[in-house]
């Protein structure tokens, strides 16, 4: 019923930025907290930023102070603006939506490299 779609990711070098994008449609019910997940190779999907209707937002320690999260209401679309990328800041990144219920994106590929 929901879907949300992810765009943005790509590759970059390392210092540089980019800026993911998530767009959720077809929700019956109000969309309380948006965010952003990650999963590198091998490791565990990890919190990187979300928020909520209200404005309060999380972050992962590793990204605090580099990006930033935001989202506009009206069009349920959430923003991660990623700044001074690290290496290990390659993942596939999952945008993720709550109503009732947990709905995810099918992820995009950002890759920090030389």
């Known amino acids: 019923q929901v879907q949300l779609v992810e765009s943005g990711g790509g590759l970059v070098q390392p210092g540089g930025s980019l800026r993911l994008s998530c767009a959720a449609s077809?929700?019956?019910?109000?969309?309380?907290?948006m965010g952003w997940y990650r999963r590198a190779p091998g490791k565990q999907r990890e919190l990187v930023a979300e928020?909520?209707?209200?404005?309060?937002?999380k972050y992962a320690d590793s990204v605090k102070g580099r990006f930033t999260i935001s989202r506009d209401n009206a069009k349920n679309t959430v923003y991660l603006q990623m700044n001074s990328l690290k290496p290990e800041d390659t993942a596939v990144y999952y945008c993720?939506?709550?109503?009732?219920?947990?709905?995810w994106g099918q992820g995009t590929q950002v890759t920090v490299s030389s």
């Open positions: 077809g929700s019956r019910f109000s969309i309380n907290a």
């Open positions: 928020i909520t209707g209200g404005g309060s937002t």
């Open positions: 993720r939506a709550v109503t009732l219920y947990t709905y």
